[in-house]
C-alpha cells in the first residue's frame, strides 16, 4: 500500500492557517478526493489549527503548531498538536455552541466531527492538545450518473 | 473587497478565503460602517467566497447581533454551492436571511 507521510511544525500565527489548509488540499487532490471531500478536509483543518493558534496559545504568535498528514490508499489521518494550555473538559468544549469567546461560534469541533470520519482529542492541562482526524478515501470509481 | 452604499444599504463583495486570518479586518471595516457612518442594513455578497469556516462564521454572526438591538439588518446573498454545506451546519440560515440572486440589486 503506497503511504505519503507530511510533517510539518509552523509559527501560531493566522497566515499558517491557510497554509495548513493548501497542503492538505493539496495532499487530498493527488489522492483524487472528490471536491467536496477537500472542501470538507479543508475546513477540518482550518478549525483544528485555528483552535490551536486562539486556544492553546492564546495567539502567541511565537509557540508552534505541528500538522501531521498520514495518507495511505483508503484513508487520510489528520493530526494537529500544539503544546499550549489544553482543554480542561474536552467533552464540553465538543458541545455546540461553547466558545470561551464570544465572537466565535463555538463551532470548530462540529464542523470536524461532521467532516471527517473519525475524530479523536487528547489534551493535557498546560502541556498541550492533539486532534486526530480521520477520513476515509473511497477507493470505488465515481458513478456515471 | 468591494463595497457599495445604496439607499443607506452597505453592500459588501466578499472575495477568497474567510478565516482567522482576515476575519478581524471583516469584522472591523462593518463595525467602522455601523458605528461611524451609521449604516443599519447590509448585504453581504458571496457569490466570490471560496472557502469559509467558523471564524468567519462567528463574524458574520458577530455583527448580526450587533445590528439587532439597533433595528438594523444583515442579510447574505448568492452563497457558492460548495458552502451549501457549512452554512447550513452552522445554522445561520435559520437566523438570517438568505437572498437569490435576482433580489439583490
Redesign the interface.
Known amino acids: 500500500m503506497k503511504v505519503n507521510k507530511i510533517i510539518l511544525t509552523f509559527s501560531s500565527l493566522p497566515e499558517n492557517v491557510t497554509i495548513a489548509r493548501m497542503l492538505t488540499s493539496a495532499l487530498g487532490a493527488q489522492l483524487n478526493l472528490p471536491l467536496n471531500e477537500l472542501e470538507e478536509l479543508k475546513v477540518s483543518v482550518s478549525e483544528a489549527v485555528s483552535n490551536a493558534i486562539i486556544h492553546g496559545y492564546n495567539n502567541n504568535p511565537d509557540k508552534f503548531v505541528t500538522l501531521k498528514i498520514d495518507a495511505t490508499t483508503d484513508k487520510i489521518t489528520i493530526q494537529v498538536i500544539d503544546k499550549g494550555r489544553g482543554i480542561p473538559n474536552i467533552k464540553q468544549a465538543m458541545q455546540a455552541s461553547f466558545s470561551t469567546d464570544p465572537e466565535r461560534m463555538g463551532l470548530g469541533f462540529i464542523f470536524m466531527q461532521s467532516f471527517m470520519d473519525k475524530l479523536n482529542v487528547e489534551s493535557e492541562i498546560d502541556h498541550g492538545t492533539k486532534v486526530i482526524m480521520v477520513k476515509h478515501i473511497n477507493t470505488q470509481p465515481p458513478s456515471s450518473h | 473587497m468591494r463595497k457599495r452604499i445604496e439607499r443607506q444599504t452597505l453592500h459588501l463583495y466578499i472575495e477568497g478565503?474567510l478565516?482567522?486570518?482576515n476575519a478581524n479586518d471583516l469584522?472591523s471595516l462593518i463595525d467602522m460602517e455601523i458605528d461611524k457612518k451609521g449604516i443599519r442594513i447590509i448585504v453581504l455578497h458571496m457569490e466570490d467566497l471560496q472557502?469559509i469556516?467558523?471564524?468567519g462564521?462567528?463574524?458574520i454572526?458577530?455583527r448580526y447581533k450587533k445590528l439587532l438591538p439597533l433595528g438594523g439588518k444583515l442579510k447574505i446573498s448568492n452563497v457558492p454551492p460548495?458552502?451549501y454545506?457549512?452554512m447550513e451546519?452552522?445554522g445561520l440560515p435559520k437566523i438570517i436571511e438568505f437572498l437569490p440572486k435576482k433580489e439583490v440589486l
Open positions: 478565503e478565516d482567522m486570518k469584522k472557502f469556516d467558523s471564524s462564521l462567528g463574524v454572526l458577530g460548495h458552502l454545506k457549512i451546519l452552522s
